[in-house]
């Protein structure tokens, strides 16, 4: 039986500033990390799969997602600017980076939108049929 870890964070604060990381809370969670604290980690608890989710929404952090999608990496949640009027395209183009068709969803953090009704907006609705389009959640 397969066991799949369905939402890993990778992040270098050295590359990439995590702005959501505030409060004493997260503290724990301010310090770099990688896959190659999941594999070992992942082969001791059966872990024989995971899917690497973006922390930021940067289609830049996506791409060096994807890159990672080797080894126990099965899919990539990325992120991609869900309000242009280009957003197939965005997407076919992430598809076509290395290691793009690890690529299985969109997300985007949408408590970090100030209007609650972000998502009801037209703009944003046609972006997630684009994204539904391309197969991907």
Known sequence: MSRVDAHYHVWDLSVRDQPWMTGAALTP????????ELVP???AHGVTATVLVQ???????TAELLALATGPVAAVAGWT????ADVAGRVAAL???LG???LRGIRHQTQDEPDPRWLCRDDVRRGLRAV???GLV
């Open 29 to 36: 969670l301010r310090r770099n990390f990688g896959l190659s």
């Open 41 to 43: 980690q992942a082969a």
């Open 81 to 84: 600017d869900l309000t242009r």
């Open 95 to 97: 598809r076509e980076m």
């Open 132 to 134: 539904a389009d391309a």
């Open 55 to 61: 922390t930021v929404s940067s289609e830049q952090e």
């Open 100 to 102: 793009g068709q690890q």
